[in-house]
């Protein structure tokens, strides 16, 4: 059964930075696409960034140029390093990936950005 379990959310100042973490098992975790999508209250689900086995990234215009996912296979960890966070990056943050035709989620942690 795939898990994906995310941390490392949590309050911070405009112009700050935080580091969430996605921990995978149940796959064979080096061979799949993994991203980081975001969900802000009373907004749709939306994709922030995602990286490929072979660790090529996109990214959202939104926060291009500001965050950077990144992965570890040794450990089947998924990273989204934040910096310069700005207000409107507040939002619950998921982890994803897709495995045998269906998409499987974290349960998500809270990011709020506010002084």
């Known amino acids: 059964q795939v898990q994906l379990v995310e941390s490392g959310g949590g309050l911070v100042q405009p112009g700050g930075s935080l580091r969430l973490s996605c921990k995978a098992s149940g796959l064979n975790f080096k061979l799949f696409s993994m991203a980081w999508y975001r969900q802000a209250p009373g907004k749709q689900r939306e994709l922030v960034a995602h990286i490929t086995n072979d660790h090529s990234q996109n990214y959202a215009d939104s926060v291009k140029g500001r965050f950077t996912i990144s992965r570890d296979n040794i450990w089947r960890m998924l990273y989204l390093q934040m910096n310069s966070l700005k207000p409107e990056d507040t939002a619950v943050y998921f982890c994803?990936?897709?495995?045998?035709?269906?998409?499987?989620w974290g349960q998500g942690t809270q990011v709020t950005v506010s002084s």
């Open positions: 994803n990936t897709n495995y045998s035709g269906r998409p499987f």
